[in-house]
């Protein structure tokens, strides 16, 4: 089966600009998540969807952050303004079902200057 | 919400040694309990895993037990080769959330 797919690899930007991260699961799986990795650390959980309803954002910066996930396939990330502290790998993963085998995309490198 | 510590940060064995790495958690309602192996520059990817209804399981090289009432898990990997040089990550989830611990760099020296 494909893995799941994320857009784009890479991306820099500047300071208070806007970014958006596009993520396309696996097919079936209906849990999404969203998480961010600065280097050095774990993947710290940004938000989780099952189908199109969020389960977990507890740990998205809501001021900045927002993520949809419409039609409960594709999802995106969108991250305005960007701060220099969101320099981070943007992983997306999808599992069948919950709590299940997580399959992480390749990610986002984001560089913010 | 779930915390996870992971011990040690750091972790250097010699090739044909075993390696230890430990994990607890606070929230008694996780009951997953995913071991990540992550190159440099890679993904994640899962390389065993347990169910809270499980005490052990073991595939190959590779066991992870679960202790539920100390709230602790550790993976254990036997007979380590360099190619098992990495960052090992756990994790604990119940059915709302996943949380990761800080990671383990493994290295294997020949």
């Known amino acids: 089966e494909a893995g799941v797919a994320q857009s784009p690899r890479y991306k820099i930007i500047e300071k208070r600009q806007s970014v958006a991260f596009w993520c396309n699961p696996i097919s079936g799986h209906a849990t999404l998540y969203w998480y961010q990795q600065i280097l050095g650390q774990g993947p710290k959980l940004l938000i989780q969807?099952?189908?199109?309803?969020?389960?977990?954002d507890s740990q998205l910066p809501k001021d900045r952050f927002s993520a949809e996930r419409l039609k409960g396939v594709d999802s995106t990330l969108k991250i305005q303004p960007a701060k220099l502290e969101d320099s981070a790998v943007y992983l997306c993963?999808?599992?069948?079902?919950?709590?299940?085998?997580?399959?992480f995309g390749p990610g986002t490198r984001l560089t913010v200057t | 919400g779930e915390n996870v510590e992971q011990h040690p940060s750091t972790l250097s064995v010699q090739e044909g040694d075993s390696a230890v790495i430990k994990c607890t958690y606070s929230d008694s309602a996780s009951n997953y309990f995913p071991w990540y192996k992550q190159e440099l520059g890679k993904r994640p990817q899962l390389i065993i895993d347990?169910?809270?209804?499980?005490g052990e399981k073991k595939d190959q090289r590779i066991a992870v037990t679960l202790n539920k009432t100390a709230k602790h898990f550790s993976l254990h990997i036997t007979e380590t080769q360099p190619e098992d040089s990495a960052v090992y990550f756990c994790?604990?989830?119940?059915?709302?959330?996943?949380?990761f611990g800080a990671g383990t760099r493994l290295t294997v020296k020949p």
């Open positions: 994790a604990a989830s119940s059915n709302n959330d996943m949380r």
């Open positions: 993963a999808s599992s069948r079902d919950l709590p299940a085998e997580q399959y």
């Open positions: 969807f099952q189908n199109n309803g969020v389960v977990d």
């Open positions: 347990i169910r809270s209804n499980v």
